[in-house]
């Protein structure tokens, strides 16, 4: 067999991890290299990936052991090695290791020093104040602080951990990624649950922005080798999943387009020096009319494939800038295609926005629908009957947690 030009190994199983294997096999016809600690239903039975199982994948030193374990063997299949995370650890984990393994792997992340600088929200929202970027009225929390401190705005409030990567690995009862608290007292038990836990960083308190699911936004770009951007796509969220340990993570996004949007964000990521995918978390403020950034995750998000559904292949990108080093224009998404993690008939029952739900039937009607995991070249009888298992559970999920705003 001839040698390949470049094989992709991405790091992690879940959704984000097939979304992406499934971009290389769309665009190359290739299986994807699958590095992680255990088996996730996303990449389970599936012909387009190898799965390469490690233990204590998730802790430094057995990930760049792991990772120089099979360097050998996958640079006798292809001349280059493009590392892709999956979730916040492993972009953490691929950076710190960075000295070691990029003789080996390309890594297409930022430096260390801006991935700190971007994943504590402190440091980030400082960011956001020098560029010009709204974000909502916050508040920098510090374990050993008192709860019962005075806001400079009212309730709701919104809770959440500076440090994501940190909390990711802090495991307890009740476990949010995001709190959303309406009084004094809500406030106090959230903040007293996250510092019971391990997780002792520190705590960002923000003003709730109105709106239900419909003013949420995601801003999807790739950033090439010289920190240009090539590939920018707006995403209108539809629904969130209302399931408390996955609340924020997105299930139904329609793709969208605004160039105002576009240029801010361009400057902005260029004027940092960023450097591959970028994935922005965004609300629209109905008070003032602006867009306002809750983070930036330095990595695809969960439901990125939303971008390669509207016919902006995210393998593409990062193949053409990194492997053949070509300089393309900035493409802009404009396309309208609905991207769904749930089934789409939930997607309709539970789209309060009259607006956003015409337009979602209207793309069901149409045939412009996409789902991560459902792939028609990757559809044995076992996958087939455990992704319907899996979903069917979100019938009872929206029954049990959706609460529409008021």
Sequence with gaps: MPKMDFLPVILGSDDNAYGMARAFHEEYGIRSIVATKGH????????????????????????????????DELLG???????????????????????????????????????????????????????GLDYPGTVIFKKGMDPHMELPFGFPA??????SMRYFNAQFEGKKKAYIVDSREELVDAVTKIYGSEYDGTLIIQDYIP?????MYVLNAYCDRNGKVRMMCLGHVVLEDPTPILIGNYVGIIGDSDRKLYDQYKRFLEAIGFTGFANIDLKYDRRDGKFKIFELNIR??????FVTANGYNMAKYLVEDRVYHRDNPVVYGDNEVLWHGIPLKILVQYTTDPKLKAQVRRLIKEGKTASTLYYDKDMSLIRRFKLYSYYKTYHQRFAQYFKPEA
């Design 40 to 71: 996730l239903l996303s990449t389970m039975h599936s012909k387009i990936v190898e799965k390469r199982i490690f233990e204590r994948f998730d802790e430094p030193d057995a990930f760049a052991e792991s990772l120089l374990s099979l360097k």
């Design 77 to 131: 299949r292809a001349d280059k090695l493009l590392l892709i995370a999956s979730n916040e650890n492993y972009v953490e984990l691929a950076v710190r290791a960075r000295p070691v393994l990029e003789p080996h792997y390309i890594l297409p992340f930022v430096s260390e020093q801006m991935m700190d600088d971007i994943i504590f929200k402190e440091k980030f929202y400082s960011m956001c104040e020098e560029y």
């Design 158 to 163: 919104v809770v959440k951990p500076s440090d």
């Design 211 to 215: 709106g239900g699911d419909e003013t």
């Design 300 to 305: 695809q998000g969960r439901s990125s494939f």
